[in-house]
């Protein structure tokens, strides 16, 4: 098998004075993968991508090592959209670093954040641990159904471009991806719907893939610079026609002629736009998936990751799910629609055995009540890193707005964090069902909602 670690917000080592030193930090539900190469480069990809990297194609996978540490206030977001696509790729395992660090059970309160690489006391994590099981154990979220390959040559494997990220900040968002390493020889022979080369040099044969998407960052075959090649891209452009200055496109090939202007320095939306395009023109996704008005749609249709309005979302069958700036109405599912007051708030849907009982999750910021935030050394013109200080006691932020359930009868019962009823919250017939006001009476953000 295949392992791989990584981290959102993760501090920089040593931990000085119970203080934390972070790039940032950055607010996970915001992060554009498709443009994060800018600024703080590589710690601001998105744990998918950061994963993506080490997916190897027909090797079972799993991402042994991740967090998303709670420097900043909001941070839910980044559990479910692990979960969700580690399911839509079909990823085989996660762990997730670490429930206590201590060595004894109970050398450490419940209510301070003594060690921020711990979950056990993050609401965050611990709030929606049940639900995440299940999404992922039970593959709530669909599988893609079709997958692309990310191909590198032996060639590829001497070198390592700026941007070589770019595939990863894309394809996996919408399909299933994994890499292939040519072991022998310089020519793709996979059945993947498409095959994207790495592209770090100038080689790479991708004439026996279904549909293959060619650029090179180099003009040079080798690392060393001693074997230019001034045809390989034309002769993948062959029969194609121009879309776009620089950029081919034919029934076989989208070939791009100088993929750094394309990738404008760590901004890969145009590299995005145009090979969603193509993938549409072959008949791989259908449209109203792909990238979409700046959303990244999964080709199921169950995953839409909005960066640029702070929202994140899940609607599969057996399982709703949003993440982020509150919309003026969330529609969690038919029956079910919140208005939040929050300025940000994560909310769970997940259907229990009995019929017509469901498990609501909802909460919005956490961290401790004195924690701050100051400036720490710069390390570039315009670049300084952040001083965290996690002081005070733990907080969580609940829901507070309103909850209407389209039903008959309904009733809302508010959870401590075990699952013991802490009370019932007031419920009113109005037109279309039963609304429920929350205003913070229960230190609950999990209830048990039964609708019938």
Not at 60 to 65: G, H, K, R, T
Not at 333 to 352: G, H
Request: aromatic letters at 12%; proline letters at 5%; charged letters at 20%.
């Amino acid at each position: 098998m295949v392992e791989n670690n990584c981290y959102f917000n993760h501090p920089i080592l040593p931990v000085q004075n119970d203080t934390y030193m972070v790039a940032g930090p950055t607010e996970y539900v915001s992060a554009n993968p498709l443009t994060m190469q800018q600024g703080i480069g590589a710690m601001g990809h998105t744990l998918l991508t950061l994963a993506s990297v080490a997916i190897v194609n027909g090797k079972p996978f799993i991402l042994s090592e991740w967090n998303e540490y709670g420097e900043h206030p909001f941070h839910s977001t980044a559990f479910m959209h692990t979960v969700a696509y580690a399911c839509l790729n079909d990823w085989d395992g996660l762990i997730l670093y670490n429930f206590h660090t201590s060595e004894n059970p109970d050398d450490q309160p419940a209510d301070e954040i003594r060690n921020i690489f711990d979950v056990y006391n993050d609401p965050a994590v611990i709030c929606q641990w049940g639900f995440l099981a299940s999404v992922f154990l039970k593959g709530l979220v669909s599988p893609a159904r079709h997958h692309v390959n990310v191909v590198y040559t032996q060639n590829d494997l001497t070198t390592l471009p700026n941007f070589h990220a770019m595939p990863l900040c894309f394809l996996p968002y919408v399909t299933g991806m994994r890499n292939v390493f040519l072991e022998e020889g310089e020519t793709y022979q996979g059945q993947a719907d498409a095959a994207v080369n790495a592209g770090f040099l100038n080689d790479g044969d991708l004439g026996r893939a279904k549909h293959g998407v060619y650029y090179a960052w180099s003009p040079y075959r080798d690392a060393f610079r001693r074997e230019l090649d001034a045809d390989r891209l034309a002769n993948a452009a062959r029969g194609s026609m121009e879309i776009r200055p620089g950029v081919h496109f034919s029934d076989a090939a989208l070939v791009f002629d100088n993929i750094a202007e394309i990738a404008h320095m760590g901004n890969y939306c145009e590299f995005a736009s145009l090979l969603d395009g193509a993938m549409k023109r072959w008949g791989v996704w259908d449209e109203g998936v792909g990238y979409v008005g700046g959303k990244l749609i999964s080709e199921t249709k169950e995953i839409v990751f909005d960066p640029a309005n702070a929202r994140f979302s899940v609607h599969a069958p057996g399982f709703d799910y949003f993440s982020g700036a509150p919309e003026e109405e969330i529609q969690l599912s038919d029956k079910v629609s919140v208005r939040a007051e929050n300025e940000r708030i994560t909310l769970a849907l997940l259907p229990l055995e009995k019929k017509n009982e469901y498990l609501l999750t909802a909460l919005g910021k956490t961290g401790t009540d004195r924690q701050s935030f100051n400036p720490g050394p710069e390390v570039m013109p315009g670049f300084a890193f952040t001083m965290v200080r996690m002081d005070g006691k733990l907080y969580v932020e609940t829901l507070e707005g309103s909850l209407l359930v389209k039903a008959g009868n309904a009733k809302l019962i508010a959870l401590d964090p075990i699952g013991q009823e802490l009370g019932e919250v007031d419920g009113e017939p109005v037109d279309g069902g039963i609304c429920f006001d929350i205003k913070g009476e229960f230190a609950g953000v999990n209830y048990h909602l039964i609708a019938e």
